[in-house]
Structures are given as C-alpha cells and as structure tokens.
C-alpha cells in the first residue's frame, strides 16, 4: 500500500548533507513494510535487521562504536554484500538493544556515505531509561496511521484524492455521497495498515475488529513489559479511560475519570509513556490566540486522543453498523470519533503542533494550528449543523483572523469563514505537487 511518507524517504535518500535516518512511530503503523518497500524500489539491496523478534541480532555489540565493524557484521548477519550509495541498511527496532540509538551518532560522523535507516515504535521511551540520543546527528521522520487519502488510495481510489489534493470543489460536491460512504469506512476501519489490508481484502467488519483487538492487545503488553508492575497499571488506567474521557463535552483530560480522586502528580508519568509511544496525541489549552502558540500553552490544561479512530471504536466496543451504516446516529459518540479523526489527521497532515482554546465565557475553539504565519481556529462538525457560535465570536474579536469549519456540508466561502467537508481534513493543508 502507498504511504505519503515514501516521498520523504525520496528525498532524504539525495539529501547532499544526509544524516542516518531515525523513523518513529507507534507499533503496527507500518514501519517495517515501508522502510523495505523503500529499500527494494530504491536501492540495489537491503540489509535488514530487527533486533527485538532475533536473540542473534541483539548480540551486535555497539559499545565500541567501530562502525566499519559493525558494518562488517550487519553484512555478515543479513547475507547482504553493503555498498555505500548502493545499499539501504535498516535497523529496526532499535530501542531494543544498548546503546543503538547513540550509534547512530557514529554513522553520522565516520560513514556519511552509508544509508542508514534506524526505526522503532518506544524511542522516547527508551530515552526516559538513559539511553543517549544523537541530537543533531540524525534526521527524522514520523510514521502514523494512515490517512483517510492514504485509506483511498489503498482502495484504488486515486482519482478521488486527485481530486481533493487539487481542491477542485466543484467536483468533490458531485461526489460527495462516494466520498462519505468511504469516510464511514475510514471510521470504523481507521488506518492501522492491517486492518485497512484485511477490509479490502474479505471487506468483513469481524475481521477488521479481531485485528483492532490484537492491536490493543500487543499494545496492553508494550505497556506490562518495559516499566514496573505498579506504573504500568497507571498507564493502563489512562489508557482505558480514553473513550470516557473522549465523549466528554468538553473532552479536557480529567484525572478523576482514570482513576477517583487522583490528581496530576499520579498520572504524569503514565501520560508522558502514552505520548512517547505515539498512542495518543495531546493538545494543550493556549491561553492566547497569539503567534507562536506554543509560548501561550497551558500544560496544566490539554485533550488526550486515540492514535486511531478504529481503535477507538474498538476500544469503546462500538458496534461497526453504528459507524458504518449512513442512518445510524451515535449521538454523544459522534462528536468524540469526529474530533478524534480530525486530531489524527491534523496531526499527521500539518507540521504545526495541535492546540485548542477556550475562555471564562464558554467559548472553545476545537483546534487551534499555525499555518505558515497565519493562526488558524478550526472546529469540527460530525453532522451538517452549521452553526458555529463559539467560532463566529471568536473571529470577530480577533481581526484577520478566518475561520475553518470541518463538517459533512459541503465546500463552501465565507467571508470569515471557510467550510471544508470533512473528508478533505488530510489533504486540506497539502500543496497539490
């Protein structure tokens, strides 16, 4: 399947300052599949190692940081005869053995002309455990789950998402029914590529939910085997309570709801070893609307969601028809599988980070961004109720400021304000090229 990351990888490939390449993301976002899909359409050859399912491959020692040696040996343990410029050197996992990630410092300054490519799915939690980061040594890149254009064109659906990336609205109106028949999937399945693979695949919503549930499964284990006993019940508490915390009005994380009558000094740290590991996403509160946003942050304050809006709707145990069935309402639940979708997409869409406001007066604005130099307020819909208070107030008091509304209408201008449907939420930020 197609990944919008390949062209990245492209160009990080003719970089003429090019550094070993570090690729995160969370588990089962299809790392592995992409990195040696780029190597075999890329490279003369791969040499492939991942050193969490080979007690071999952990026994590479990099304590001596002789990389000419190391080379030696991936080539050794792969088969793979490595030449510079020619081979694609992929190490995968790479959190899982000592003193990897520091490696890749060395790569950086003694084989430039090496292409190396490091992965793993705990890297920020492996820094918490001590292990030394190679900051300024390695360029990076962050694999998420596939979005809803990634999800069409894994569907053969490639004309649609000309079609959006090109913002040729006139056209995506004409097809609006096709494009929400596939937004429904998209929620249900969402873009975990295994079970966007299997849906297309048997097109069966049992397959696709025992595959949700094996993910979560594996994710439950990440949690029980890389901390204590006692931490990661905490971080299971948080995790469970993500679909109470989600359907929530105003969706602010809220301690007690993990756990009764705890505060945030019980539940940092679990929080923290969730955003690490790519499984949820956080927004925090901005006590201003003003450039750079991040100044104006509020850590106190912020929304957690899902990674994926399958998962949610796994972990939720939303019955499939309630998603994919055009007439089935959801209510409440509406409200928390649109913001969520939106925050994924927007995540892995935009390069600016993800904010929200509100104010004493019951104003909230949904998403707050930057883009390029303007601030953008964006709320998001799950129906076609356009009525947008909080965003009209908002920007009639902050002058030059436009509006963004996501809702299942249809592409529309106004003069403060532009309504864009909500499957183009991914692309919308795109450039067509």
């Known amino acids: 399947m197609y990944r919008n990351i390949i062209e990245k990888l492209k160009e990080w490939k003719q970089k003429e300052q090019r550094k070993p390449l570090l690729l995160n993301g969370a588990r089962q976002t299809g790392k592995t599949y992409i990195l040696n899909k780029f190597g075999k359409e890329e490279f003369s050859n791969v040499a492939y190692i991942n050193f969490d399912d080979n007690e071999a491959t952990k026994k590479l020692s990099f304590q001596d940081y002789d990389i000419q040696r190391i080379i030696l040996a991936i080539g050794t343990i792969t088969g793979q005869t490595i030449r510079a410029g020619k081979t694609l050197i992929i190490l995968d996992e790479i959190q899982e053995v000592t003193r990897g990630l520091a490696a890749l410092k060395y790569f950086c300054e003694k084989a430039p002309q090496y292409h190396v490519v490091a992965s793993g799915s705990l890297l920020g939690n492996a820094m918490h455990k001590g292990e030394s980061f190679p900051v300024g040594k390695v360029d990076i890149l962050n694999l998420y ?15 649609l998402v000309d079609l959006l990336r090109n913002k040729d609205w006139d ?9 929400k028949k596939a937004l429904r999937e998209y ?4 873009g975990m590529p295994e079970a966007v693979g299997e849906f297309i695949k048997t097109n069966s919503a049992v397959k696709v939910r025992a595959i949700h549930d094996n993910i979560l499964f594996a994710y439950k284990n990440d949690m029980s085997k890389h901390v204590s006993t006692a931490e990661a019940n905490r971080i299971n508490m948080v ?7 989600l359907v929530k009005e105003n969706k602010k994380f809220i301690y007690g709801v993990a756990k009764q009558g705890s505060r945030a000094k019980d539940f940092e740290t679990a929080i923290q070893w ?39 709707g796994a972990m939720s145990e939303t019955p499939p028809a309630n998603l994919l069935l055009a007439e ?14 939106v925050m ?12 929200y406001y ?12 930057q883009h390029g130099t303007e601030i953008v307020p964006i709320e998001a819909k799950a129906e076609e109720n356009l009525r947008s208070k909080s965003l009209s107030t908002f920007v009639a008091s902050h002058p030059g400021v436009h509006g963004l509304r996501f809702s299942m209408s249809d592409y529309r201008e106004q003069d403060w304000m532009t309504n864009v449907p909500l499957y183009a939420v991914s692309t919308y930020f795109c450039s067509a090229d």
Do not use: R
């Open 145 to 159: 789950p596939m979005t809803f254009d990634e999800f069409l064109l894994a569907k053969g659906k490639a004309e």
């Open 171 to 179: 056209t995506v109106t004409v097809l609006s029914n096709e494009y």
């Open 187 to 190: 929620y249900f399945v969402g």
């Open 239 to 245: 995790w469970q309570s993500m679909p109470s915390q």
């Open 274 to 312: 969730l955003i690490d590991a790519g499984l949820v996403y956080k927004s925090s509160k901005v006590t201003q609307p003003k450039m750079p946003l991040k100044y104006y942050a509020d850590i106190s304050s912020f929304k957690l969601f899902l990674l994926d809006c399958g998962l949610l």
């Open 328 to 341: 089935n309402g959801m209510e409440e639940a509406k409200g928390a599988f649109t913001e969520s979708y």
């Open 344 to 355: 994924s997409q927007l995540v892995a869409s935009c390069a600016s980070s993800v904010f």
């Open 358 to 369: 509100t104010n004493n007066a019951k104003l909230e604005i949904d998403f707050l961004i």
